[in-house]
């Protein structure tokens, strides 16, 4: 009787721990079997940025492909680089222009503008205004301000390098007339009758918003 009983209890302990193996192992297959499914992540698209849109061009003499145009060499040198990042979310915008290469220890205005870069500094149109000011050039402050406008001014180190960020309620990403970043030869005026302006239009990068 003592021997019947030794076995059985040794078939129960032998049942119990061949039931644990087998579902030990069944997990692991259905872990590897999940893993095999899940997505792989997404790398961002040319052009886009974790955080958003980024433009990125070297400076050089305009040409029909030319990414970032200087119009006055002895002050934006060609080579020299220009990078626009930006990104919107909950009605507000960011954005952040890096340059590298430039004149060093020196002041630069930028804006945002409404068109695309050409052949001289006045085709990328008028700066951008969240609310368009009806009287053109527009130099009142109640619309050349920083709220309404875009602007990125910024200070250059030993290198000639600087960057700026701007961030305000714009609606760059759904509106079509955010198309370039223009560097100017001074940091903006914000006094009424100047307000906006920064002196003569320097470099530009037609850039995505």
């Known amino acids: 009787m003592l021997q019947q009983r030794t076995r059985l209890f040794g078939s129960i302990v032998g049942l119990c721990t061949a ?119 527009s130099v009142d402050p109640a619309y050349a301000n920083p709220q309404n406008e875009v602007w990125l001014d910024f200070h250059t180190d030993a290198q000639g390098n600087g960057t700026a960020t701007a961030e305000g309620a714009w609606s760059l990403a759904t509106r079509d007339d955010a198309q370039s970043v223009v560097l100017h030869e001074t940091h903006t005026h914000s006094e009424p009758g100047k307000a906006g302006s920064a002196g003569s239009r320097l470099g530009c990068i037609t850039a995505d918003f």
């Open 19 to 137: 039931g644990a193996l087998l579902a030990g192992c069944g997990g692991g297959a259905q872990e590897a079997e999940h893993a095999q499914h899940q997505p792989a992540p997404q790398t961002p698209a040319e052009g886009q940025s974790a955080a958003g849109k980024q433009t990125s061009g070297t400076f050089e003499n305009f040409s029909p492909t030319a990414k970032a145009i200087t119009y006055k060499p002895e002050e934006v040198p060609a080579g020299g680089q220009i990078t626009v990042n930006s990104s919107s979310a909950d009605g507000k915008s960011k954005v952040t222009v890096e340059v590298k290469g430039l004149q060093p220890n020196r002041p630069y205005g930028a804006h945002v503008h409404v068109k695309p870069c050409g052949a001289t500094g006045e085709d990328a149109g008028s700066h951008y205004q969240e609310k368009a000011d009806p009287v053109k050039p």
